[in-house]
Every structure is written in structure tokens, then in C-alpha cells.
């Protein structure tokens, strides 16, 4: 082979070595809406910065990248980190929901178990049956240190709820008997105090967290291929779903935990609505652009449906101040999520200014803000039925 032949073959590698990486560049630009499938266009309104049929590894790294879903991805995937986080804090937090400091013992004790309370503090104090004798239990609470002994007589998932403060061991003064009947309250309230079941609040946390990664995994990977859409929109759908269903067990639970009639029946209404809404919506049909409005209407009756519990917690409970603080939290959820449906379905702001919203601002973005805004006030909502639930039991 002469000189001149490998040099021009050389060259015609080079040059196709530059073409290849041309060829590259051009697939992986984002494109406009026209120039779309069929498949991925939903929203006219957003003209532009579209990902198209990527590979999957160029799909994945453009997490990191700028597009019209760049948004839409991380403002759901913060909100599963924040939702993960809350879930492990409440699960630690779980023996000490209940805020002592508001605790009428009189009526706590009506609900104690007297018997083992006594148990366990003639374990833990001997000289409590001689209570006259102040210098010896003074003593005591110095040389046998009281606090560890407690520790010792309490059910293992009590004993780490507290903590040994000096003063209380060694020292005197109101500031150190106001701190030893904190630790002494803090000790005793889980012996009188059973707390009660927190399944309806941790399906609900798990029913949040899975919408929010769903939807996530959704805006990333749905530009693949059309299977791939097709199974992320209905993993979206589903996600949609369970965080609706889910939403109302805390309520209808904790509100109607005495009444297993009207308990089964309301939420064994809003699982089957939310079954049959996940069946519906795996009709190749119900992604269309020209179901949107279906869609949207579809959820939001699902939350309507709510709407019949809460009046009837508010009739049965109208005297309880928990009850008329759940419901605020509740309507303001309530608004969240409805104002997020109307701004999907409505396509508002985008539908104002064509192209102007394209990276950020449009309605699927506030949409997403929206939805986690709403589920963070239920779970604040939680909090307060389970301290409720926890005081006051059947």
C-alpha cells in the first residue's frame, strides 16, 4: 500500500471519526416540539428543550443536565429525601409523640396500668413505701442513681427515650426539681401511656414516598422509547393513586378507630376507588393529551370523596379541639392538591406565553410544588391524630 493511499484512508478514518462524534452531538440535542413522536407530546404550550428517544445512558446522566423535565424530576425526587427522612424521624420519634408537657395526669391515670406502674417503681425505688423517710430516698436518688434504675425497669424501647441530668443526681434548687419532674414525668408517661398503632401513618408516609420516586423515575425515563413511556406513565398513575388512598388512612382511622363499622366502610371505599382508578388508567387511551382534563377530574373526585369522613369526624368530634385542627391542616391539603390539579389541567402559566416557560415555571413544575406542599401539611395533620389517639385511646 503506497504512502498516498494509507494517508488518504487516514484521513477518510479522521473524518469519520469526526462525523460519528458530529452525529452524536446532533442525536443528543434537545429538540422542539414538532419534531417529537407522537408518543411524547402532551403539552403545546412548552415549544422546546425536549429529550427524544435517548439512549438510556445518555437518558440517566441527563439528570444532571438542563431540559424541560430538569425540574420536573428533582422537585419530586427532594420531596421522596424529604418524605424518606420524615418516615425514619417519626419512627424514632415514635415513643415520644406526646408531648408531656401537655399531659392532665389526672386523667391519665384513669387509663394507666396502675398495677405494673407500681411494679415497676417499688423495682426500681425500695424505700418508696417509706416515704416519710425524705433523707433516705434523698440518698438514694444521689447514691443508687434513680434515672438508671428506671432505665433498667422500663421496656426496652423506653429506656433510650431520656436522658441523666446532673442536677437531678447532685444538685438542688427549683431549676433541678423542675428538670427531675421532667425526667420523672418523662420515665413514668410510657408505663401509663399505650401508644397506639401507627400502620395508617406509616402507609400513608409510604404511599407519599412512592408517588414522589414514581413520578421522579417518570419525567427521567419516559423520553427512552414508547414502552418505556407507556410504563412510566403508569407508574406515575399508580403513584398518583396510592398517595390519594393513603392520604386518607390516618384520618378515617385515627377518627373512626372506636367505630369499626364506619372505619372498614370509608376506607375500604377509598382503597377500591383507588384500585379502580389505577385499572383505568392503564387504558392506552387515558395518557392521551385529549384526556387530560379525565385525568385530572379523575384524581380530584378521588379526593373529594374525603370530603364525606371529615364531616362526619367534625359531627361526631365537634366539642375536640383536635378535631377542628385536623381539619384545618386537611382543607388546606384539600386546596393544595385542588389548586395543583386545576394549574395541570388548565396548563397555566404556559398556555399564556408559548415557549416562555419552557426550563422553568410551567404548570407541571408548580404542580409537583403543589403536591408536596399538600402532603407535608397531612403529615403535620398525622401528628396531631396520634398525640389526639394516643391521650385519649377509645
Not at 91 to 106: C, E, G, N, R, S
Not at 162 to 185: F, I, P
Not at 337 to 354: C, D, F, H, N
Request: proline content about 5%; overall charge positive.
Amino acid at each position: 500500500m503506497s504512502s498516498e493511499t494509507m494517508e488518504n484512508s487516514g484521513t477518510s478514518l479522521v473524518k469519520g471519526s469526526k462525523r460519528q462524534r458530529l452525529w452524536k452531538k446532533v442525536k443528543y440535542q434537545l429538540v422542539e416540539y414538532h419534531m417529537l413522536p407522537g408518543y411524547l407530546r402532551d403539552n403545546e404550550y412548552i415549544v422546546g428543550h425536549y429529550r427524544s428517544e435517548w439512549p438510556l445512558k445518555q437518558v440517566l446522566l441527563s439528570i444532571f443536565s438542563i431540559h424541560n423535565e430538569t425540574l420536573n424530576v428533582w422537585t419530586h425526587l427532594i420531596g421522596f429525601f424529604l418524605f424518606l427522612s420524615l418516615t425514619i424521624y417519626t419512627a424514632m420519634k415514635i415513643p415520644k409523640v406526646v408531648d408531656l408537657h401537655t399531659l392532665h395526669f389526672p386523667d391519665v391515670l384513669k387509663k394507666a396500668d396502675l398495677h405494673k406502674l407500681q411494679e415497676e417503681l417499688l423495682t426500681s425505688l425500695p424505700s418508696l413505701p417509706n416515704l416519710p423517710d425524705l433523707h433516705r430516698l434523698r440518698e438514694e436518688l444521689k447514691t443508687w442513681h434513680i434515672l438508671e434504675l428506671f432505665y433498667n425497669c422500663l421496656p426496652e424501647r423506653f429506656s433510650h427515650a431520656n436522658h441523666t441530668d446532673v442536677c437531678v443526681l447532685m444538685g438542688t434548687g427549683r431549676q433541678c426539681e423542675r428538670s427531675m419532674k421532667e425526667d420523672v414525668a418523662n420515665i413514668i408517661a410510657p408505663l401509663m401511656l399505650t401508644p397506639i398503632t401507627r400502620w395508617p401513618f406509616f402507609a400513608f408516609l409510604g404511599g407519599a414516598m412512592f408517588c414522589l420516586l414514581a413520578s421522579s423515575t417518570c419525567h427521567l425515563l419516559s423520553c427512552h422509547s414508547e414502552r418505556v413511556s407507556y410504563i412510566m406513565l403508569r407508574l406515575d398513575y399508580a403513584g398518583i393513586a396510592a398517595l390519594i388512598s393513603t392520604s386518607f388512612y390516618p384520618p378515617v382511622y385515627y377518627s373512626f378507630m372506636c367505630n369499626p363499622f364506619f372505619c372498614n366502610l370509608y376506607m375500604g371505599f377509598i382503597t377500591l376507588l383507588g384500585i379502580t382508578t389505577i385499572m383505568v388508567s392503564l387504558l392506552p387511551v387515558f395518557q392521551t393529551p385529549g384526556f387530560r382534563s379525565i385525568r385530572a377530574s379523575l384524581f380530584f373526585g378521588m379526593g373529594l370523596s374525603g370530603v364525606l369522613p371529615i364531616m362526619h369526624k367534625l359531627v361526631m368530634f365537634w366539642d375536640q379541639p383536635e378535631a377542628l385542627h385536623t381539619t384545618g391542616y386537611e382543607i388546606l391539603m384539600g386546596a393544595l392538591y385542588g389548586i395543583g390539579a386545576l394549574v395541570y389541567a388548565t396548563r397555566i402559566p404556559e398556555r399564556w406565553m408559548p415557549g416562555k416557560f419552557d426550563i422553568a415555571g410551567h404548570s407541571h413544575q408548580l404542580f409537583h410544588v403543589l403536591v408536596v406542599a399538600g402532603a407535608y401539611t397531612h403529615y403535620r395533620a398525622g401528628l396531631v391524630y396520634l398525640k389526639w389517639r394516643d391521650l385519649e385511646g377509645c
